[in-house]
Each structure stands twice: as C-alpha cells, then as structure tokens.
C-alpha cells in the first residue's frame, strides 16, 4: 500500500501508512523516520509519529510543499530492504498489588484469574513502544494479552502516583506524573519515564520495547533511593532476549 500525504495546516503534512495499528505498520513508519532524520532535509523543522501516520512540520520559506511532497515520496521509495533497526526492550520493576495497585484485585476477578496469574500474564509479554504522547514520557504500548483487558473506571480517580503501571481497555501504560485516570491500577515502578534536567529528558523511545517484572516491596523502596540519588541504570537488552525473573 502506498502513503498518502495531505495538507495540515499552512506548515505541516500528514504521512498516512494506513488506518490499521500494527506491528507491522509501525515498523514502517519507524524506518521512515529513521531515515527522514539521516536526511537532515532543510526546512523541515521536527516530525510527530502515531500509531499510523506521521506529522512532518515545515518553514514553507525554505521548502515548498511540492518540494516537501517530492522529497517524503524519495524517501519512502527507497525504503524497501534499505533500512535496518535494531530496537531494544527496557526492563522495568513492578511492585504489584498494595495500596499502590488498587485495582489488582478487580482484574484478577474479572477474568477469574489469581493476582499472581494477573502478574505473570502482564509479566510475560515485551510490549511496543509505539509512540510518546498525553502527557512527557508517556508510552502507548501495544501487545496487551486479551484475556487482560478490562473496562475503564466508571469514575476516574482524581489522581493516581506518578510511576504506576494500569490497563484500560486494550492497552495497558505506565503515567511518568501525578494525573486523573480511569485506567486500572495493577502496581507502580520506581523508574522515573522523564526528567527535564536530563540532556536526554525521556527515558523511553518508539519503536523499542518494554518488558515488566515483578519486585517486592522492599526491593521496590531499594530501588526508588537509587532513583532518587542517580544510581539506579534501568537494564536494556536485544528485543526478543528479556527474561522473567
């Protein structure tokens, strides 16, 4: 299938690769990106990536819309077997359940599943990063185990921690600040998904991967000081090589 590119406004284009939210799909988009930022294109300022388009924004002054339009077709044309990336998977801790996984026990009844049947199904999958969005640091993660995915609270909460990790729906995400939610709760990560006095703020990126693990209280509260004191380092691995602890 081919992209299609329309007009967005009076400085941007819309790249579609579709309307179906795919692996595959995503795949695409990310070797186009890739590329596009090898290209270094003059007056293209920065480009958006979603589940199945891209946003490319532009100093129409410098680059022409057709111009534009002749330089993303390039660009996609010579993708085919050009492109090779190589994504990671972040390892993240969960301490699951307590007071910081409320709705734990919902999602467990819900499917009528055990918590720990809850935990090793959330635990057992790499999910993909497919785009940072919402709110700084925060990954729409794909790849949810169906026998999951539960339906949103009829009320949100008011605020849920910074760091915890819940399902809504079909998808499951972990929230970087303190925000209202009517996902379900399932536990919280020490990890901190963005700091702005970072030179590199975001701590995740699309096109990788993450892959939950289980720690206990204590190694939860162990982990958050080493957080805090800069020296905890989250584990990356090849995609494909996590493993459950």
Do not use: C
Request: hydrophobic share 35%; net charge negative; aromatic share 12%.
């Amino acid at each position: 299938m081919r992209i299609e590119i329309q007009p967005l406004g009076d400085v941007a284009i819309r790249i579609s690769f579709g309307i179906e939210i795919s692996e595959n799909v995503h795949k695409k988009i990310q070797r186009f990106v890739f590329t596009l930022k090898q290209e270094n294109i003059p007056g293209i300022v920065e480009w958006v990536p979603t589940y199945t388009s891209v946003a490319i924004y532009y100093r129409p002054e410098i680059i022409s819309y057709s111009n534009l339009i002749q330089e993303v077709e390039r660009i996609y044309d010579s993708l085919a077997g050009s492109v090779r990336i190589e994504p990671i998977t972040y390892r993240i801790p969960v301490y699951y359940g307590g007071e910081t996984g409320p709705d734990l026990s919902f999602v467990a009844q819900y499917h009528q599943l055990s918590e720990q049947e809850v935990i090793e199904l959330h635990t057992k999958k790499e999910y993909l990063i497919h785009m940072i969005g919402f709110m700084p640091g925060f990954p729409y993660l794909g790849g949810l185990p169906a026998g999951l995915a539960v339906p949103r609270l009829e009320h949100p909460r008011p605020r849920v921690e910074p760091g915890s990790v819940g399902i809504g729906g079909n998808q499951t995400g972990i929230y970087p600040n303190e925000v209202p939610s009517g996902w379900r709760i399932l536990g919280i990560t020490p990890v901190k998904l963005f700091d702005f006095e970072k030179s590199e703020p975001f701590l995740f990126s699309a096109g990788n991967y993450i892959h939950f693990y289980s720690i206990t209280l204590d190694e939860y509260q162990t982990i958050k000081r080493l957080v805090e004191e800069g020296k905890f380092q989250v584990e990356t691995v090849k995609a494909g090589g996590a493993r459950n602890d």
